[in-house]
C-alpha cells in the first residue's frame, strides 16, 4: 500500500469519497461543524494508517468504517450532555413523544442505531449502506427490518 501513502494518490482516493462522507456524517450528527470536525479527523487517521489497507479497491468502505466510529463515539458525546429547556413549552406531547423515541432508539445496540440513522436520516439505501459499512445489502435490509421491529416494541 506503499502507493497510497503518497499525498497526491490518497488525495484522488478522497476526492472521490469526500462529499459523501461529509453527507453522512452529516445526516448522523445533525451538526455541520461537527460532521466537518469529523470527517477531518477521519481523514488524518486513514492517512496515518493507510498502510494498514492492503486493497486499494476497498478504499471507500474502510475509509467509511473508521467514519461510522468517529460518528458513534460523537453520538455518544451527545448522549452524555444536557441542556437547559426553553422558557416556553409549546407542544409538551410532541416534547414527550421525542423523548421516548429518542429513549428507546438508545436502546439499541450501537451498530443498529448507525443502520438506522444511515437509512433513515442518512436516506441511504441497503445498497449503498452495504457498501459503505462492506456488508451484504440483504443483510443491511434485514438488519434495518429487525432494528424497526425493536424500536416499535420498545415504544409499545
Known amino acids: 500500500m506503499e502507493e497510497l501513502k503518497k499525498p ?10 469526500y462529499k459523501d ?5 452529516l445526516y448522523t450528527l445533525k451538526n455541520a461543524h461537527d460532521a466537518e470536525d469529523v470527517v477531518g479527523e477521519t481523514v488524518l487517521d486513514a492517512y496515518a ?6 486493497d486499494p479497491g476497498a478504499f471507500r468502505g ?5 467514519l461510522s466510529n468517529k460518528c458513534r463515539k460523537k ?8 441542556s ?5 413549552l409549546s407542544d409538551i ?3 414527550e413523544e421525542g423523548v421516548l423515541v429518542r429513549e428507546a432508539f438508545k436502546r439499541l445496540k450501537a451498530d443498529d442505531r448507525l443502520l438506522l ?11 449503498e449502506i452495504g457498501q459503505i459499512l462492506g456488508m451484504n445489502d440483504n443483510t443491511v435490509r434485514s438488519r434495518v427490518s429487525r432494528s424497526l421491529k425493536k424500536l416499535r416494541s420498545f415504544l409499545e
Request: proline share 2%.
Open 84 to 88: 437547559e429547556l426553553p422558557e416556553n
Open 21 to 25: 462522507m461529509y453527507r453522512f456524517a
Open 93 to 95: 406531547t410532541d416534547m
Open 117 to 127: 440513522s444511515m437509512h433513515i436520516f442518512g436516506g441511504y439505501k441497503s445498497y
Open 62 to 66: 474502510w475509509i467509511f468504517a473508521i
Open 75 to 82: 453520538l455518544s458525546e451527545y448522549c452524555r450532555k444536557t
Open 8 to 17: 497526491e494518490v490518497f488525495a484522488m482516493y478522497y476526492q472521490n469519497v
Open 49 to 54: 494508517s493507510v498502510e494498514k489497507l492492503r
